[in-house]
């Protein structure tokens, strides 16, 4: 599976924004799909996933209730819709595809990765 990030940009604080992911190959249906981000001078950290047929869906603490994943099997597709975006949301935003079947949190259980895009929020 190949993953494209797109979607980043420049936002005022309490603006919103929609990242998504594309992916190409046979299998995407199949697969957990995450987000991750990587703020300057810190670690990733993962900030969002779904299940392979969406059905699940889990956020962490800091962005629940202002980002929702979502994804299109159809098209090979995923989302981040990013409301009430915060300063502290800026960040390199990278998607992610594993197989374990579950809601993972962790980098290592993913075994592709897509660039990440640039979201800056201005305060």
């Known amino acids: 599976v190949q993953l494209q990030a797109s979607g980043g940009g420049l936002v005022q604080a309490g603006d919103s924004l929609r990242l998504s992911c594309a992916a190409s190959?046979?299998?995407?249906?199949?697969?957990?799909m995450a987000w991750f981000r990587q703020a300057r001078g810190k670690e990733r950290e993962f900030v969002a996933a779904?299940?392979?047929?969406?059905?699940?869906?889990y956020a962490v603490n800091l962005v629940k209730g202002r980002f929702a994943i979502s994804r299109d099997n159809a098209k090979n597709t995923m989302s981040l819709q990013m409301n009430s975006l915060k300063p502290e949301d800026t960040a390199d935003y990278y998607c992610?595809?594993?197989?374990?079947?579950?809601?993972?949190?962790?980098?290592?259980?993913?075994?592709?990765w897509g660039k990440g895009t640039l979201v800056t929020v201005s305060s």
């Open positions: 779904i299940t392979s047929s969406g059905n699940f869906a």
């Open positions: 190959g046979r299998t995407f249906s199949t697969e957990t």
């Open positions: 992610a595809a594993g197989q374990s079947g579950g809601l993972d949190t962790l980098e290592y259980e993913y075994q592709f």
